[in-house]
């Protein structure tokens, strides 16, 4: 019964991710359900990670403007990476989670800055504000990626607590 917590926090961090966006305009950005899908990802099997990545890329996708299925793709393939590699490194180091999600970051970005150049006609003057604001989305993913991976961590122990098969 205490499974049923993620699709919850992943649609709280969402509505949280939208309210925040409304009062908070500054230059540092973040994305919430990301770095939840980071640490749920980094605790489970790569296919939790997809199957959750495409989950959230679903809700993202409808709950947001602009082209339907860049989240499901880049969410779905982040949680396919984060799982497949998550044997190979030290999860309870916090360097590495901030080194992570900052090149994860800079690759949606990337990827988000194509899609809007091929959607604006090759508007190449677009970039310097496009990079001045991936800046900012890698600075607050940073920041907040160890306290997130933490709330993820004491969940996921939480869960485990009840069923014995997690």
């Known amino acids: 019964m205490r499974r049923l917590i993620w699709p919850v926090l992943f649609l709280f961090l969402l509505m949280l991710q939208g309210a925040v966006?409304?009062?908070?305009?500054?230059?540092?950005?973040?994305?919430?359900p990301l770095l939840?899908?980071?640490?749920?990802?980094?605790?489970?099997?790569?296919?939790?990670?997809?199957?959750?990545?495409?989950?959230?890329g679903l809700l993202q996708d409808a709950l947001?403007?602009?082209?339907?299925?860049?989240?499901?793709?880049?969410?779905?393939?982040?949680?396919?990476?984060?799982?497949?590699?998550?044997?190979?490194?030290?999860?309870?180091?916090?360097?590495?989670h901030m080194f992570a999600?900052?090149?994860f970051s800079l690759l949606l970005r990337f990827a988000l800055w194509w899609v809007e150049l091929i959607r604006s006609g090759g508007l190449w003057s677009m970039f310097?504000?496009?990079?001045?604001d991936t800046i900012g989305y890698c600075v607050g993913n940073i920041l907040l990626v160890v306290p997130m991976?933490?709330?993820?961590?004491?969940?996921?122990?939480w869960v485990r607590?009840?069923?014995?098969s997690y």
């Open 128 to 132: 310097p504000n496009f990079a001045w």
């Open 101 to 103: 999600i900052g090149v």
């Open 149 to 157: 991976v933490q709330l993820v961590k004491k969940i996921y122990d």
């Open 161 to 164: 607590e009840e069923d014995i």
């Open 64 to 96: 947001t403007p602009g082209i339907f299925g860049f989240h499901i793709l880049t969410r779905g393939f982040i949680g396919y990476l984060i799982g497949i590699t998550r044997e190979k490194v030290f999860k309870d180091n916090p360097t590495y």
């Open 36 to 56: 939840a899908l980071y640490g749920y990802s980094m605790l489970r099997k790569e296919g939790s990670g997809v199957v959750a990545g495409i989950g959230v």
């Open 21 to 32: 966006t409304v009062f908070y305009t500054g230059w540092i950005a973040f994305d919430l």
